[in-house]
């Protein structure tokens, strides 16, 4: 009786140090905040003001079991810092404008022998206001997660995580087909 009875004692002080604590490590693990995005029409966007206009280009490639790289970009303005996780294959561009994707994005997948797609155009939003968009093959999927320490004052801070589309895992069948099971 006297070894249930310290079992139990042991499960409801673990229990309560875990409520005790549980808030407080979530807390301190939070990412962030994941921006809102919308697919846009690219040739919209290139016509429009943000299609002559020159941001901070990163590009971003795959690596893996692949022989393939896809790649993707995120295009931001000035005044904001983004960071990336490890293991991201990532390049940074200095100055480019939407229209000039296009024409990185065929270079450098025609100097890995391999055929450029249509890249996939989405705008990224911060406060209602779009302060970036990514341009990727439709093989790959870009997040951005607000970061921004309190008290910062006007620097932006995002963490871009990127997710190949390929993996069996992630609900393709390797081909970047979701859903399709042949």
Known sequence: MKRTATSAMRKRAAGIILCLFLPALLSACAPGA???????????????????????????????????????????????????????????????????IPA??????????????VLVTREVLRNGAVVGYTLTDMKMDIDLWDVTPAGQGEAIVLRLDYKDRRNLDSGGDGRGIWGSAD
């Open 104 to 117: 990185d994005y065929a270079r450098v997948v025609s100097r890995n022998l391999h055929n450029p797609r």
């Open 34 to 100: 994941i921006l809102k995005w919308n697919q846009v029409d690219a040739a919209a966007v290139m016509k429009g003001p943000a299609g002559s206009g020159k941001f901070n280009a990163i590009r971003v490639a795959t690596f893996g079991p692949y022989a393939e790289q896809i790649f993707g970009y995120f295009l931001y303005r000035d005044g904001i810092e983004v960071i990336t996780g490890g293991g991201a294959s990532i390049e940074r561009l200095g100055k480019m404008a939407p229209g000039e």
